[in-house]
């Protein structure tokens, strides 16, 4: 076997494994914090809605900076923007402990608005470490290596979203809330050392444009002219933004299955285990035909997963539909992440990577916002089964109106 075609290939090269050695303590850090704040906003506040307010505080810093943070990917070293923005998220995640130690608990008196500042701030950072981290990788491996290199960052990124929600649960359900979001700032120290220690490298050319405004357009430009990422991208969009579930797990947890804080944290691990395995898959039988066929099944079956789990009123049903969930998306992320890279320039990568974190990364906080409005207009279960509903909505209109992606075969 070829080095090349080896499933282990880019796991060979040091800087790609400092890369994503990085990355997964990042993601587990951010896993566990994301389960201890959803508790803690919920036993403060006992209002689905602020649930949804959580993603809301991330997504609109994220959103509003992710265009320009994509042209200063393309334009600034790549690795100094992903060490201030790690260096951004360790504060933050200090602040959170703080407020839980007795000399900033007298901030939680004005209820959950510090916590909701510090979820700002970091939206912001995650908005310029986005772009800079997607450009940055192709940097670190051979192009004919993308698809092995993005399937095992996908599967690193899985490891850390099974691992983080049930650590994070069973932290702060068994030694405390401090205990928990010691070990988030420490994960995210880590993750600084682990990304500190990857070699620097230099930017490629820039493209030819005159002033920021021009850069961002031709990356807008880029994206609206490639009809087969336009649709891929859209079509997560909204699978994301109707389909996001997870958002409601504290009040299931609570109410519905009435599992507790641990029972939350393997719920939220459910969607990574089914991911996990998928990416393992991947890894060794790499998708070599039908793509876009493959990607819009795996959608709609998303889709009915989480229907189905709406309905669902037992723990390890709900828990298999999750796990099934995490199966389908996993297919949709690595399709979209091999033809982004693939087909977009590297003096472009930043760019195009922040129009698609507006439309697939914060389309996961937006969700949440929508998730927790729903469930406070139409009730917990019938919204989960509206957003169900509306994803398979979603991929027959794809399907009908894009034909690029419908008959896609290879990802290269």
């Not at 979203?161 to 809330?177: D, E, K, N, R, V």
Request: aromatic share 12%; glycine share 8%.
């Amino acid at each position: 076997m070829s080095t090349t075609s080896s499933p282990y290939a880019a796991l060979k090269i040091r800087d790609y494994r400092y890369f994503i050695s990085a990355r997964f303590c990042t993601t587990l850090a951010i896993q566990i914090q994301a389960v201890v704040v959803a508790w803690q906003v919920y036993e403060i506040t006992k209002d689905p809605l602020s649930l949804g307010l959580i993603g809301l505080a991330e997504a609109i810093p994220s959103i509003s900076v992710s265009l320009y943070a994509g042209h200063v990917a393309d334009v600034v070293q790549r690795k100094r923007i992903i060490l201030l923005c790690l260096s951004t998220l360790f504060l933050c995640s200090f602040s959170l402990l703080f407020f839980t130690l007795e000399p900033g608990q007298f901030l939680l008196d004005f209820g959950v608005l510090p916590i909701y500042t510090v979820i700002f701030i970091s939206g912001i950072a995650r908005g310029f470490m986005t772009p800079a981290l997607f450009a940055f990788m192709p940097q670190l491996v051979p192009r004919e290596l993308y698809s092995n290199a993005i399937t095992w960052n996908s599967t690193l990124w899985e490891t850390a979203s099974l691992s983080g929600p049930p650590l994070g649960g069973l932290l702060y359900g068994f030694f405390g809330i401090s205990v928990a979001y010691t070990t988030d700032v420490l994960l995210v120290l880590a993750g600084l050392m682990l990304a500190f220690m990857v070699s620097d490298k230099p930017l490629p050319p820039t493209t030819t444009e005159e002033g920021i405004v021009e850069k961002i357009k031709a990356g807008l430009r880029f994206v609206y002219n490639n009809k087969i990422v336009l649709s891929a991208i859209s079509l997560d969009l909204f699978a994301v933004l109707f389909g996001g579930a997870v958002a409601l797990l504290p009040i299931f947890a609570d109410t519905i299955l009435h599992v507790g804080k641990v029972g939350l944290g393997f719920l939220r691990a459910a969607p990574g285990v089914g991911a996990l395995l998928m990416a393992l898959y991947l890894v060794h039988h790499p998708i070599r035909q039908n793509a876009g066929k493959l990607l819009l099944y795996c959608v709609a079956g998303f889709g009915v997963c989480i229907i189905l789990f709406g309905l669902s009123t037992n723990f390890w049903i709900s828990m298999f539909l999750l796990m099934m969930s995490g199966v389908f998306d996993c297919v949709s992320v690595i399709i979209r992440g091999t033809l982004l890279q693939t087909l977009t320039p590297e003096n472009m990568k930043g760019r195009v990577s922040a129009v698609n974190h507006i439309f697939i990364g914060s389309s996961n906080e937006i969700g949440m916002f929508e998730s927790g409005l729903a469930a406070s207009m139409l009730g917990v279960v019938r919204s989960v089964i509206f957003g169900g509903f509306m994803t398979l909505v979603v991929v027959g209109a794809t399907s009908w109106f894009s034909k690029s992606l419908r008959t896609l075969q290879r990802v290269e």
